[in-house]
């Protein structure tokens, strides 16, 4: 049973799904690098399209860390409170933002190491924002990235960071922010966690997913 596939097999998956989504790209709405970290924050373990639905009025009232530091931890949770995790999110929004005025003048750091410093800013929050705002190459591997990078066999990997080291090494560095976003629009629309679709995926030659499981259990 193999586990992995070769570089040029790799090639062969990402040209499909170039193909298949090539207008991919984050589908958090967002106008400038504040807003993006802001939304990416509220997305963990959470949908783009529930925080969309926040931030579209948040984002008219409250458009710099200046504007949400005139809010209490209790009433910015009143506004985020619908999506998970909300009382957490807004302790960590508002320490940010104190540390974005202080330390960087209101504006967002460029680099992954300062980013990772800042409350509830992880390494796949990150990679997206400095890939999204600031144009650098980077792969976040968030929930659909892990999911559907193992199951076709690009990586073969146990958790997040293993999975972003593998990738890393197995596809170009000018590709790692387009096919980012290529895994998690497949893991959105076909390669679902639950119910993948298997028999309307056209990487059915290539995943070993595929291959080792369900033409089996066929």
């Known amino acids: 049973m193999r586990k992995k596939l070769n570089k040029l097999e790799t090639k062969e998956v990402l040209e499909i799904l170039k193909n298949l989504y090539p207008d991919a790209k984050s589908e958090l709405n967002f106008t ?8 990416t924050i509220l997305s963990a373990q959470s949908t783009d399209k529930r925080v969309n639905s926040i931030t579209k009025d948040l984002f008219k009232e409250y458009k710099t860390p200046k504007d949400f530091l005139s809010l209490t931890t209790e009433e ?21 933002c104190k540390i974005l005025l202080e ?13 990772i410093k800042l409350p509830g800013v992880g390494r796949k929050t990150a990679n997206v924002v400095i890939s999204n705002a600031f144009g650098k190459d980077a792969i976040a591997v968030d929930t659909h990235v892990f999911r559907v990078s193992n199951r076709i066999g690009i990586v073969k990997a146990k958790n997040v960071d293993e999975t972003e080291n ?3 090494k197995n596809i170009d560095k000018d590709l790692w922010s387009d096919a980012h976003h290529w895994l998690i629009f497949h893991g959105r629309r076909i390669c679902k966690a639950r119910s993948p679709k298997c028999s309307e995926c056209p990487l059915t030659n290539h995943c070993l997913y595929y291959k080792n499981v369900i033409q089996k259990e066929g």
């Open 103 to 115: 330390d960087y003048d209101g504006e967002v750091p460029k680099t992954r190491e300062e980013l």
């Open 76 to 96: 910015l949770g009143e506004k985020i409170r619908s999506i998970g995790f909300f009382r957490n999110k807004s302790k960590n929004i508002l320490s940010t």
């Open 32 to 39: 400038n690098p504040f807003e993006l970290l802001i939304a």
């Open 166 to 168: 593998q990738l890393m």
